[in-house]
């Protein structure tokens, strides 16, 4: 396990310096790494017949294209004029965005895998697409909104996966991947009362009732059950992921049950609290 470890802390280190940029850093956040995902691709390519650097090189990549998505996602609308600092932010960050981009092919390029860049382009497209489904609110049931958050959050691992057939991984990036994307939702929506899951939920339960009115306590009781349901689906699928993984992904059963415990905690302090 401690290989795993330290495998993992070395790809975020590579991945940190190959993504940093000394001017942009000095305007915008340092780009985020996601551990979970760079685990899973981890896990995926431990069991694949690739040569190290290679292999490196697929994650890299991967991960650079993750960071371009995550990047241009934090691109204000709000109103910039008359506001020098804020524009310059904006601007600077939808470079930074197109400068991740041009990284991932470069990696890509230098290992000629053709096959490789369009699984990830398929990728991009296809998480570009159902976030603009999210955004625009045309989902009308449950089972196709959880399956867009599951596309946004695992489609990059996901097409790798089918690249190189492994069913398994691409169950368990998606099953893993949304839990800890809902987690995320519920817990922006008790801080701040909205949330893209909660809007969602709530356009498919009364979607004759608009956004600006409020709902009764009934109705909003319903939406949060609902978005309850939604967590307690995702929670099933990842045991049911972890016990089809192999053991030797030791790490990746771990972060599994991690995830788990921290459901389970949440449930009882949200239980206490109300």
């Known amino acids: ?3 795993i470890i330290n495998d993992v802390k070395e790809l975020r280190q590579l991945i940190k310096t190959k993504a940093h940029h000394s ?5 915008i956040e340092e780009p985020f790494v996601d551990e979970d995902k760079l685990l899973l691709l981890w896990g995926l390519f431990n069991e694949l017949e690739i040569p190290d650097n290679e292999r490196n090189h697929y994650m890299l990549s991967t991960m650079l294209v993750q960071i371009a998505l995550d990047t241009h996602e934090k691109v204000s609308n709000t109103n910039v004029m008359g506001s020098p600092g804020l524009l310059k932010n904006r601007q600077l960050t ?9 990284l991932y092919y470069q990696v890509l390029a230098e290992v000629g895998n053709i096959n490789m860049i369009r699984a990830l382009s398929s990728a991009v497209k296809k998480i570009n697409d159902h976030k603009i489904l999210l955004y625009q ?3 009308n049931n449950i089972p196709d909104l959880l399956n867009s958050f599951r596309a946004v959050e695992a489609s990059l691992i996901y097409k790798i996966a089918e690249y190189y057939q492994k069913p398994v991984w691409m169950d368990g990036a998606e099953n893993l991947l949304l839990l800890k994307r809902l987690h ?3 817990e922006q929506y008790r801080e701040t ?3 893209l899951l ?3 939920i709530r356009l498919i339960l009364f979607p004759h009732i608009a956004m600006e009115v409020e709902l009764s306590k009934e109705q909003l009781l319903q939406v949060e059950n609902t978005m309850d349901s939604c967590i307690e689906y995702a929670i099933q699928s990842v045991k049911q992921s972890k016990g089809e993984l192999s053991l030797a992904n030791v790490e990746l059963h771990q ?3 991690d995830m788990l415990s921290f459901t389970e905690l949440k449930v009882n302090s949200y239980v206490k609290e109300g």
């Open 137 to 139: 609110y045309t989902l």
């Open 94 to 102: 939808v470079l930074a965005g197109d400068y991740y981009s041009g």
């Open 198 to 200: 909660v809007e969602g």
């Open 255 to 257: 972060r599994m049950d």
């Open 23 to 27: 001017y942009l850093q000095k305007y």
């Open 1 to 3: 396990m401690l290989n």
């Open 193 to 195: 009362g909205q949330s």
């Open 184 to 186: 995320r939702e519920k």
